[in-house]
C-alpha cells in the first residue's frame, strides 16, 4: 500500500525526483553474535552491536548490575526492617 502511494506520487510529480534514497527491501543486517536479518533499508548491509538473539533482556541471561553497593544497602534495611517488625511482634 505504501510503495503503491510512492510511486502514484512519484510518477504524478509530486515528489522531487533524485533526491531520494534507493530502497532496499532485502538489506541484510548482521549483527556481531552472527545473526543475520533480511529489512528494508537505504543501506544494502547493516551491522549491529546486538541484536534479539544476543540481548540479555531476551535470552533470560540479564544480569542486574550492583551499582555503588546499591543493591546491599536495599538488603541491610530490608534485613533490619524484618528484624524490627519480629521485635515488636514478640512484645
Known sequence: MLVKA????????VMQKDIHPT???TAKATCVCGAAYTVGSTKD?????????CHPFYTGKENI???AGRLDRFKKRQATATS????????
Open 6 to 13: 510512492f510511486l502514484i506520487c512519484y510518477y504524478l510529480g
Open 23 to 25: 530502497y532496499h527491501s
Open 45 to 53: 548491509t547493516l551491522t549491529v552491536e546486538i541484536c534479539s538473539a
Open 65 to 67: 548490575l550492583d551499582t
Open 84 to 91: 524490627i517488625k519480629a521485635k515488636k511482634a514478640a512484645k
